[in-house]
């Protein structure tokens, strides 16, 4: 666990830095700029695109993660794995890109009764789904050879400042709206660009394989694993856009902006647990590869604890201080529709950010294709419920029927990992840190509130997070914290904790 322990603090450094610059650019910069339609225009374009980038990958991702060790060899430029890297998102970005422009008429009928300014955009989503593409496939070439640093440093703050200006320039009117889209898209085109150079300096990027290293076993099984993971992704992937599609196509831009800004406030528990995954992803293909069980669902139970820790303290954080934020932000009187979505997506990442790891195991072990059997299922339950509960609820109906859908979802996942592989993610920490943030919520409610909403939020969170800080160290939740805290917070004051 050093290892991930010492990436994840490299990365999750970065991610927070990026967190900064993403809060400052979506909470202060375009609630105070764009209109709410525009940011719903620049998020839709997006999630589009991620959308067909996820079938267009061919599940390269998963898949390299899972075979990579079968690869691996620095002496012989790992066997020729890079160019098995790309040929596949190359043939899916062919179909799948053709096939969206030959959707482009029902698409574009889902979208323009209340999302009409999309259509005018429809184009830019093409080159966008290219970038995407191959800077996830780049990503992940990065992650399997455990760097993960320079990517998330690319993903969380290169990206982040290049929209920052583009979005400034669109404030000050060196942009029109269409120079705003091309703007955006082009960001990403960027970030592909700078993974490319960055993998070329830590491995090989050649194209020349040998075809005789993969034997006809090894070609059976990696066919298997792909036409499984695309007829997975042909469900799967759109559950993760659909709240966001739904809100445009029955309420409108203007109210996917607001969900946009919600969004982004409940994603940013995700945070550390980002880091946490990259790294740990790849020593858990490499423990079930060998057939070791134990090791992977031991590191199952470490980064179930650590991303549940992270992530429950960030949402106690963001919720205690809700009404703050939107007191603070430009035009949040706008923006305050969507406190309700913050708390229901965040409850869902919650139950996903400590849970997920155990998708990865099913994903690298041989009972892979169980996912499938719930995915097309799961899928019409989702369209069902955001049918079902928008209307009646708007907004706070997606964000509902995504908190729905995460429970089954995961709860399910977490009955296949345990019958077949028997991992198991809870841990006496995790229950220590749920009792602990209900405590929190409690201390918080008595703290009087400050009379100046900037004062009230500092010195609630100061309070909060500091008696976190010490009783999290002293119930012992997490052995890692403590031997952190007590090598660079303790050690100071001579008093190291016993163990």
Known sequence: MGIVIRQSIKATIVNYVGAFLGFVTTVFVMTRFLKPEEIGLTKVIYEVAALVAGFAQLGTSASAM???????????????????????????????????????????????????????????????????????????????????????????????VVLLTVYLLYAFQFLNLSGLVTGVVLAYGMAMVASLVYVSRIASVSLKHDTTYIDRDLLVKIGKYTLFLVAAALSGNIIGQLDLFMVSSELGLNYA????????????????????????????????KDGHLNEANLLYKKVALHQFIAGSTLFLLI?????????????GEVYRAGKWVVFFLAMSRLVSLTLSFGGSLI???????????????????????????????????????TLITCLLSYSFQQWIVLKKIKGNPYS??????????????????LLPYAGNPYADGVYRTVIIISVWFFLTYYFKISAEFCALADKYVFHFFGNKNEK
């Open 363 to 401: 994903s690298f072990s041989r009972y892979y294709y169980w996912g499938l059997y719930f995915t097309f299922f799961l899928t019409a339950l989702t369209i069902g419920f955001n049918y079902l509960l928008i209307p009646h609820f708007g907004i706070n109906g997606a964000a509902m029927a």
């Open 428 to 445: 006496a920490g995790i229950f220590k840190q749920i009792g602990l943030i209900l405590f929190l919520w409690g201390l918080n409610e």
């Open 257 to 288: 902006g607001i969900y946009t800004i919600s969004f982004y406030m409940a994603t940013v528990i995700e945070i550390p647990a980002r880091s946490i995954t990259a790294i740990a992803s790849p020593l858990a293909a490499s423990a079930l």
């Open 319 to 331: 919720w205690i201080n809700i009404d703050t934020i939107f007191s603070v932000i430009p035009n």
């Open 66 to 160: 899972r075979f990579f060790p079968y690869f691996k060899n620095p002496e012989k430029n790992h066997n020729g794995f890079f160019f098995y890297l790309m040929l596949m998102p190359c043939i899916g970005s062919l179909i799948f890109v053709t096939l969206f422009w030959l959707l482009k008429a029902p698409v574009i009928e889902f979208f323009e009764s209340k999302s009409a300014l999309l259509v005018d955009y429809y184009n830019w989503i093409i080159p966008l789904v290219i970038f995407l593409v191959f800077w996830a496939v780049l990503e992940t070439y990065a992650n399997v050879l455990l760097r993960i640093v320079i990517p998330k440093f690319i993903r969380e703050i290169g990206v982040r």
